[in-house]
């Protein structure tokens, strides 16, 4: 191996080994209190690297890889360390040995390409732009002879590639650190009203959020636009399921969307207590499955549950056949409102955490931990608002007035600390709550329905 | 007579959404209510129109097979959707997976079977609404009930009735089975309540209620005063209101009448049994019921010392009954209150074969014009059923005393549900059954 790649490797390294950004919002991190195992979810910089490999294919022997200077539409006070460990991470991942080099310009990469005699080089720009790692790789081959350099001078570009992931803790170690400040709040008309639950995400792949609507009578797939929730599809209950033997005369429903194992899309699981199946549907309402059981959320997918004594069973199973990373399980207690959230952690592993809410309260889970949070309405979400790798959990009042109801959001430090973060009254009360992905530089978004408007909080 | 479409919500949809999703927290789960109240409490048949039982307790544990939310609409409460016409005819189809709170699987043939028990007692008048009926069950599924030519909004807006809830094939009084909050356990001096798990329509907030059948209209305002209660019947306490309870008034859910029989000879001719009870001061007399106004002039009974009979067993009607007797006593023209075992009252009610009679009427709940034909059918049941099969059953809405004018019933008073309940409870009014809503009583 030619010895400036030994540099550039032993480079990466030490750049792998630099000490954590320690939070300014709670004591170091420490050893990790959980014992529930890391399963493999993937972080942004792991889904960037797979897609470009993946979409890069099969290589000449021996590339080297390089990278352009990093940009970013945020601060990025640690932008260097991130382009390097890109670097490291594609260059491990395409190339045997793995081969870097630390130049900064393309007629750099294909001038160190031809210096040691290689076929070609991978060229990187890495970007954060609208809350996302973009990570474009572009492979290029080299002329390998004098006569073929004399015709083709520069380097050829073979293939280019493109991969994107939403910013997450792991990746927020490099970038300026997020506050979760006082709300503002944007309220956009037209929403149905007696909305039972909510979700938000690309679900169809096309760069931006929808925002998923479940009332008695019908899903809705919208979107947020000048002041007005447009609907773009809509299907009703009734051609989706009958109505349930014994439904409840309080309705319980979910919403969660599941990132497919073959796209970008994602599914919709829903399921209310109205109606005797639950459904997956695709982003264009077809359904794809059905079960007699509820779903919930559970991490970054959904898992069944049973009603019992108008409760849900503690007893998780799964949904739709097949195995499921952490099923069978259980929920904490039985529970009548349920939100999860896989989230990554500063060190690249990942977390499932379990809100539930039941008899005696508010519960946050991951493994065998558990925090209490006290009295909380039945409109719960959570998740990593401020890409610090705990989380964060959204909840209502548990109050019988609208007129009472607030959006409490706080903070669970790793120490277990609670921070409350703000609270916004909602005077129609709130009749469901989700936590958006990351679409810019700042806060992820939340999302509740109060009374046939959504608010779009950030 | 048909409805216009948009009176109708889409079939299984209002099902659900008879009560607005307005809690932010969720209503609490559990609780057992306490209460006392002055009938008897050993049998119940909604397709009585005289038991006023069924009047005030029908909603938590019998659902109709339709029903009607907040603005009149009808909806499809245990059917699968509206009524519709298949090859000139009219069919319902019910949900899948009903079962009553014992259990028991509930199909068209329950449907059948409760039309044809309704058929056979006095509820059966209001089927004088639908002369064509003809019912059988659809061979290729038992779901579905074939019911002939009929006017499918004329046969959902006669089952969103109290009066013709669906009920299991095996229904019997004493031991109630239905698809609604609770299941209901009865006996000689109460009635048990128990949240019903098969519950058609959603099971009750509440884990239960305990309802004690009072010797007077007193015991209620008694018991609920010393807190020994959670609702008073008719009132917020005896001596002085109880602290904190918030009184409520539900409505009407029927009528405390005086009948004249054949035995009244002279005096038994139409509209003399109402002039009788316009001579009885209720409105003094604390009998429970709701003032009458545009009163006329009443007349004393004139005629020979008699009986004035009321059904054994309900105290209220016992105490009314005193009170009429008492009113309308003069010397000469005695008139005693005699309780009188049910099944005898029944053959001498069919018969015609009495003096004077207290009894109650229940409010079908089918528009003012059936407010009429419900009391005629004290009368006759010809009558009753010729007022219902009128073609124009539009009728303004007036007070029930003002309608018995050539009827041998005179109204003395609604019987309103209405009185206090303790503090740490929601007690909501039924939408359309009249009365509580029992199945969403819950705990604050």
Aim: charge should be positive; proline fraction near 7%; include cysteine.
């Amino acid at each position: 191996m030619n010895p400036r790649a030994w540099v550039c490797c032993l480079l990466f390294v030490g750049v792998g080994l630099l000490p954590q950004r320690v939070s300014a919002r709670a004591p170091a991190p420490t050893k990790s209190r959980t014992e529930a195992p890391a399963d493999p979810s993937p972080t942004a910089l792991s889904t960037v690297v797979a897609v470009v490999k993946r979409d890069l294919g099969q290589l000449p022997p021996g590339v080297i890889v390089a990278s352009a200077p990093f940009t970013s539409d945020v601060k990025a006070p640690r932008a260097a360390a991130l382009r390097l460990r890109l670097l490291q991470l594609v260059a491990s991942s395409i190339s045997r040995p793995p081969a870097a080099a630390t130049v900064s310009r393309l007629v750099g990469a294909t001038a160190a390409a031809r210096k040691r005699g290689l076929a070609g080089f991978v060229w990187l720009r890495p970007e954060v732009r609208a809350g996302r790692l973009a990570l474009t790789a572009e492979a290029y081959s080299v002329a390998a002879t004098v006569w073929s350099r004399a015709a083709r001078p520069g380097a050829t570009l073979l293939r280019q590639v493109h991969a994107e992931a939403r910013l997450d803790a792991q990746l927020r170690l490099y970038l300026t650190p997020l506050r979760i400040g006082e709300p503002r709040v944007e309220k956009f008309l037209g929403a149905d009203h007696g909305i039972v639950a909510l979700a938000c995400g690309d679900i169809d792949a096309d760069g931006r959020s929808e925002v998923v609507s479940m009332s008695r009578r019908r899903l809705l797939i919208a979107r947020l636009a000048a002041g007005r929730v447009v609907r773009e599809h809509d299907v009703s209950w009734a051609s989706l399921s009958g109505i349930a033997p014994v439904p409840l005369r309080e309705p319980l429903g979910t919403l969660t969307l599941v990132p497919r194992d073959d796209g970008p899309k994602m599914w919709i699981d829903a399921s209310l207590s109205d109606r005797g199946q639950s459904v997956r549907l695709d982003d264009s309402f077809s359904v794809i499955a059905t079960s007699p059981q509820r779903v919930v959320p559970f991490g970054s997918g959904s898992a069944c549950v049973r009603m019992k004594s108008m409760y849900l069973d503690p007893k998780l199973s799964s949904c739709w056949g097949g195995p499921v990373v952490g099923l069978p399980a259980r929920l904490p207690l039985r529970a009548d409102a349920v939100a999860s959230a896989r989230i990554v952690r500063t060190d690249g592993t990942s977390q499932r955490w379990l809100a539930v809410r039941g008899p005696s309260g508010l519960r946050l889970h991951a493994g065998a931990t558990g925090y209490a949070l006290g009295q909380a309405g039945a409109q719960v979400a959570v998740g990593d608002l401020d890409q610090d790798g705990q989380p964060d959990v959204v909840s209502t009042r548990d109050v019988q007035q609208p007129r009472h109801d607030k959006v409490d959001v706080r903070s669970i430090a790793s120490s277990g600390l609670v921070q409350p973060r703000f609270t916004l009254p909602v005077l129609a009360g709130v009749d469901a709550v989700a936590i958006c992905p990351v679409d810019d530089a700042g806060v992820a978004p939340v999302v509740l329905a109060s009374g046939g408007e959504i608010w779009l909080i950030r | 007579m048909s409805l216009s479409r948009r009176t109708f919500v889409a079939a299984g949809v209002g099902a659900l959404i008879a009560r607005p999703v307005e809690a932010m927290g969720r209503k609490p789960i559990g609780g057992r209510l306490r209460l006392r109240w002055p009938y008897a409490t050993d049998a119940i048949d909604p397709h009585d129109l005289f038991d006023p039982l069924a009047a005030c307790l029908g909603t938590a544990i019998f659902n109709t097979v339709y029903a009607r939310d907040s603005r009149g609409r009808v909806y499809s409460a245990l059917a699968a959707g509206l009524p519709r016409q298949e090859s000139g005819e009219t069919t319902i189809r019910l949900r899948g997976g009903l079962r009553s709170a014992t259990g028991r699987r509930i199909d068209a043939r329950d449907l059948l079977t409760s039309f044809k028990r309704a058929k056979g007692r006095t509820a059966g008048v209001f089927l004088a609404m639908l002369p064509s009926l003809r019912m059988r069950i659809d061979s290729s599924d038992a779901l579905r009930l074939r019911c002939g030519r009929v006017d499918p909004a004329t046969l959902a807006e006669l089952l969103c009735s109290p009066l013709f809830p669906l009920l299991p094939g095996t229904y019997d009084p004493r031991r109630p089975d239905g698809t609604g909050g609770f299941k209901a356990t009865l006996l000689a001096d109460r009635i048990t309540l128990d949240r019903n798990g098969f519950a058609a329509r959603g099971s009750s907030f509440l884990d239960g209620a305990t309802i004690r059948s009072a010797s007077d209209l007193t015991s209620s305002l008694r018991a609920f005063e010393m807190e020994r209660d959670d609702l008073g019947w008719l009132g917020l306490g005896l001596h002085r209101d109880r602290a904190k309870a918030r009184p409520f008034d539900f409505g009407d859910v029927g009528w405390m009448v005086l009948t004249t029989g054949d035995r009244a000879r002279a005096l038994a001719s139409p509209g003399v049994a109402q002039q009788l009870a316009n001579a009885v001061n209720v409105e003094a007399l604390h009998l429970g019921l709701r003032p009458r106004e545009g009163l006329q002039r009443g007349m004393p009974w004139l005629g020979e010392p008699t009986s004035l009979y009321y059904e054994q067993g309900s105290a209220h009607l016992r105490v009314v009954a005193e009170r009429v007797a008492a009113q309308l006593s003069s010397r000469g023209h005695e008139i005693r209150a005699a309780s009188i075992e049910p099944a005898r009252w029944r053959r001498l009610r069919k018969n015609r074969d009495y003096s004077l009679a207290v009894q109650f009427v229940r409010d079908p709940r089918l528009g003012p014009w059936a407010v009429r034909a419900a009391l005629a059918a004290v009368d006759r049941r010809r009558l009753a059923e010729e007022i219902v099969s009128r073609k124009t059953r539009r009728a303004p809405a007036r007070p029930a005393h003002l309608l018995t004018a050539n009827l041998r019933v005179g109204v003395l008073g609604a019987l309103s549900v209405r009185g206090g309940i303790a503090a740490g409870w929601h007690m909501p009014a039924h939408v359309h059954g009249g009365g509580i809503d029992w199945s969403n009583i819950h705990r604050l």
